[in-house]
Nanobody, 126 residues
Framework: QVQLVESGGGLVQAGGSLRLSCTAS????????MGWFRQAPGKEREFVAA????????NYANSVKGRFTISRDNAKNTVYLQMNSLQPDDTAIYYC???????????????????WGQGTQVTVSS
């Protein structure tokens, strides 16, 4: 059974930082793209960032460029999201996702990913 488990969420003041982690179990994703999405109350789930299996290709939503950094450690089957300069608009549940197709580069949308974690809450106070 494939599981993606996120951790690292919490409450932080505006301007602060958090580092999210997502560890996969049940199979390895070392040859698969992985991504982060978020969903705020009353809004649709939106793309945040993605990283290719090799780490050579990275994509960010415009709203987080220059503030968030995605990375991965294939030896640990883990992907990270370093979030700096957090703002109240970043408040959301953050989800980790993985693409089932090896070595593909999915579209930056929910439909591009096949496996999902349960999410971790990030709350940024003003």
């Amino acid at each position: 059974q494939v599981q993606l488990v996120e951790s690292g969420g919490g409450l932080v003041q505006a301007g602060g930082s958090l580092r999210l982690s997502c560890t996969a179990s049940g199979r390895t994703f070392t040859t698969n793209a992985m991504g982060w999405f978020r969903q705020a109350p009353g809004k649709e789930r939106e793309f945040v960032a993605a990283i290719s299996w090799s780490g050579n290709r990275i994509n960010y939503a415009n709203s987080v460029k220059g503030r968030f950094t995605i990375s991965r450690d294939n030896a640990k089957n883990t992907v990270y999201l370093q979030m700096n300069s957090l703002q109240p608009d970043d408040t959301a549940i953050y989800y980790c996702a993985a693409d089932a197709d090896p070595r593909s580069w999915p579209l930056p949308s929910v439909r591009g990913y096949d496996y999902w974690g349960q999410g971790t809450q990030v709350t940024v106070s003003s």
